[in-house]
Nanobody, 113 residues
Framework: DVQLQASGGGLAQTGGSLRLSCAAS????????IGWFRQAPGKEREAVSS????????VYADSVKGRFTISSDNAKNTVYLQMNSLKSEDTAVYYC??????WGQGTLVTVSS
Protein backbone atom coordinates (compact mmCIF):
# COMPACT_ATOMS: atom_id res chain seq x y z
CA ASP A 1 0.00 0.00 0.00
CA VAL A 2 1.11 3.54 -0.71
CA GLN A 3 1.87 5.37 2.51
CA LEU A 4 2.91 8.97 3.00
CA GLN A 5 4.01 10.07 6.46
CA ALA A 6 4.21 13.83 6.94
CA SER A 7 6.04 15.37 9.87
CA GLY A 8 7.79 18.52 10.98
CA GLY A 9 4.91 20.86 11.61
CA GLY A 10 4.71 23.02 14.68
CA LEU A 11 4.69 26.57 15.92
CA ALA A 12 6.94 29.19 14.37
CA GLN A 13 7.21 32.93 14.65
CA THR A 14 6.71 35.27 11.76
CA GLY A 15 9.94 35.30 9.78
CA GLY A 16 10.98 31.94 11.16
CA SER A 17 11.56 28.59 9.51
CA LEU A 18 10.29 25.04 9.60
CA ARG A 19 11.13 21.95 7.60
CA LEU A 20 8.47 19.43 6.72
CA SER A 21 9.25 15.85 5.75
CA CYS A 22 7.20 13.38 3.76
CA ALA A 23 8.39 9.78 4.03
CA ALA A 24 7.00 7.61 1.26
CA SER A 25 6.62 3.87 0.97
CA UNK A 26 4.72 1.31 -1.05
CA UNK A 27 5.77 2.49 -4.48
CA UNK A 28 8.86 3.15 -6.55
CA UNK A 29 9.84 6.56 -5.25
CA UNK A 30 10.72 8.18 -8.56
CA UNK A 31 7.57 6.86 -10.21
CA UNK A 32 5.29 9.64 -8.95
CA UNK A 33 5.41 13.39 -8.60
CA ILE A 34 5.30 14.28 -4.90
CA GLY A 35 3.56 17.44 -3.84
CA TRP A 36 2.73 19.50 -0.80
CA PHE A 37 -0.71 21.00 -0.36
CA ARG A 38 -2.12 23.07 2.47
CA GLN A 39 -5.50 23.92 3.86
CA ALA A 40 -6.05 26.93 6.08
CA PRO A 41 -9.10 27.19 8.32
CA GLY A 42 -12.18 27.99 6.27
CA LYS A 43 -10.31 27.79 2.98
CA GLU A 44 -9.94 25.35 0.14
CA ARG A 45 -6.95 23.05 -0.06
CA GLU A 46 -4.30 24.57 -2.32
CA ALA A 47 -1.15 23.33 -3.99
CA VAL A 48 2.08 24.64 -2.50
CA SER A 49 4.91 22.88 -4.30
CA SER A 50 5.78 19.68 -6.08
CA UNK A 51 8.84 17.77 -7.22
CA UNK A 52 9.51 15.01 -9.69
CA UNK A 53 12.03 12.80 -7.89
CA UNK A 54 13.05 11.33 -11.24
CA UNK A 55 14.51 14.51 -12.68
CA UNK A 56 14.32 17.01 -9.82
CA UNK A 57 11.95 19.40 -11.56
CA UNK A 58 10.06 21.59 -9.12
CA VAL A 59 6.97 23.76 -9.16
CA TYR A 60 5.96 26.42 -6.64
CA ALA A 61 2.85 28.42 -5.95
CA ASP A 62 3.43 32.14 -6.43
CA SER A 63 2.66 32.73 -2.76
CA VAL A 64 5.70 30.71 -1.62
CA LYS A 65 8.24 31.33 -4.39
CA GLY A 66 11.53 32.51 -2.97
CA ARG A 67 10.60 31.42 0.55
CA PHE A 68 9.96 27.67 0.32
CA THR A 69 12.25 25.04 -1.17
CA ILE A 70 11.19 21.50 -2.01
CA SER A 71 13.77 18.74 -2.32
CA SER A 72 13.94 14.97 -2.37
CA ASP A 73 16.32 12.42 -0.92
CA ASN A 74 15.74 9.44 -3.18
CA ALA A 75 17.88 7.16 -1.02
CA LYS A 76 15.54 7.84 1.90
CA ASN A 77 12.31 7.98 -0.14
CA THR A 78 11.65 11.33 1.49
CA VAL A 79 10.60 14.72 0.23
CA TYR A 80 11.30 17.85 2.24
CA LEU A 81 9.73 21.29 2.27
CA GLN A 82 12.00 23.93 3.74
CA MET A 83 9.87 26.91 4.71
CA ASN A 84 11.65 30.19 5.43
CA SER A 85 10.43 33.72 6.07
CA LEU A 86 7.17 32.32 7.34
CA LYS A 87 4.10 34.52 7.35
CA SER A 88 0.87 34.27 9.30
CA GLU A 89 -0.91 33.34 6.09
CA ASP A 90 1.23 30.19 5.89
CA THR A 91 -0.71 28.84 8.86
CA ALA A 92 -2.44 25.68 7.64
CA VAL A 93 -2.49 21.93 7.77
CA TYR A 94 0.08 20.72 5.25
CA TYR A 95 -0.45 17.46 3.36
CA CYS A 96 1.87 15.53 1.12
CA UNK A 97 0.54 13.87 -1.96
CA UNK A 98 1.77 11.37 -4.53
CA UNK A 99 0.49 11.07 -8.07
CA UNK A 100 -2.42 13.38 -7.23
CA UNK A 101 -4.42 10.53 -5.75
CA UNK A 102 -2.50 9.37 -2.66
CA TRP A 103 -2.59 11.51 0.50
CA GLY A 104 -0.70 11.46 3.75
CA GLN A 105 -2.06 12.68 7.04
CA GLY A 106 -1.64 16.39 7.62
CA THR A 107 0.84 18.20 9.77
CA LEU A 108 -0.18 21.49 11.34
CA VAL A 109 1.93 24.60 10.81
CA THR A 110 1.07 27.61 12.92
CA VAL A 111 2.84 30.92 12.37
CA SER A 112 2.34 33.57 14.98
CA SER A 113 3.73 36.98 15.67
Amino acid sequence: DVQLQASGGGLAQTGGSLRLSCAASGFTFDEYIIGWFRQAPGKEREAVSSIDPDDGRTVYADSVKGRFTISSDNAKNTVYLQMNSLKSEDTAVYYCNAAVRYWGQGTLVTVSS
